[in-house]
């Protein structure tokens, strides 16, 4: 069986480009370029693509509008986004206009794993792979926390930790690395103490609830998903009081508190 596989890629960046070229010409894929979205949409009319990879998502739009083309063209075809800046923004309207499967790895990142992102991207058919968490959680980073210190983002933050949660709920039950559920446990948790220790309260709270979710998920005490948001979801914003949800299982954990005087921990 002929394991090339053709590619198109939509990226104005040249240096970007360049990077695209190398994690996919050594497994002998076909790739070809497009510096525009009326040019992507004439390839796309003329030539088979297994898999569509843009960088515009998170720069102009460009990459969004050409997801929301290519659904209405073929709904199956994988989007692969990559980004240099982590936008809230761009995230969620992807995701509610459910431009899906697609999988969005933010850069800069070792070109070992840009490779096995791509792979993941062309044997599930652009399903988010092995590990959803680490790939989108990992832009979170500590100048992004400090940046986006608005309301509205912090409200942003939480629908998109809503929806990633669920994404990661679905795939525990499939059978998802438990190793790699711990590991987006400890990611979590580091990032809640960044968001408390720079008062990012609701980001703090949406944060804090993804860390739990993820250490009962880790210990297999999770069974029902929607009905452990729901109760999360009934706990108090930081205005009107401590967050103290009501949960079943063994034991009742709470969620650390984080201030000005706490620090981001290294594990």
């Not at 697609?102 to 062309?122: F, I, K, S």
């Not at 590991?183 to 220790?197: I, T």
């Not at 804090?208 to 297999?220: H, I, N, Y």
């Not at 998903?225 to 009081?241: I, K, M, N, T, V």
Request: positive net charge; glycine residues 12%.
């Amino acid at each position: 069986m002929n394991s090339t596989r053709s590619i198109l890629a939509m990226c104005a960046d040249p240096e970007l480009r360049a990077l695209l070229r190398l994690i996919t010409e050594p497994g002998g894929h076909w790739i070809r370029e497009a510096n525009s979205l009326e040019e992507a949409q004439g390839l796309v009319g003329r030539h088979h693509f297994d898999l569509v990879i843009t960088t515009e998502l998170l720069t102009d739009g460009g990459g969004l509008e050409l997801g929301r083309w290519l659904r209405s063209w073929n709904a199956q075809l994988p989007i692969l986004f990559f980004g240099s800046i982590w936008r809230e923004a761009a995230e969620n309207a992807a995701l509610e206009q459910e431009l899906s499967p697609c999988v969005v790895r933010p850069l800069p990142a070792p070109a070992g794993a840009l490779r096995e992102t791509l792979g993941d991207a062309l044997r599930q058919g652009g399903v988010a792979p092995r590990n959803p968490g680490g790939l989108v959680l990992s832009a979170l980073a500590l100048e992004s926390l400090i940046e986006h210190r608005r309301p509205a983002a912090s409200q942003r933050l939480e629908k998109r930790v809503h929806d990633l949660a669920g994404v990661l709920a679905r795939g525990r039950m499939q059978g998802l690395d438990p190793q790699e559920l711990y590991r987006v446990h400890r990611l979590c948790a580091e990032l809640h103490a960044a968001a408390g220790l720079y008062g990012l309260l609701e980001m703090a709270v949406a944060l804090g609830k993804l860390e739990l979710l993820f250490q009962r998920l880790t210990l297999g005490e999770i069974t029902d998903f929607q009905g452990f948001w729901a109760q999360l979801d009934e706990a108090p914003r930081p205005s009107q009081g401590a967050w103290s949800p009501r949960l079943g299982g063994r034991g009742r954990a709470r969620p650390r508190r984080h201030g000005p005087g706490a620090g981001v921990g290294r594990r």
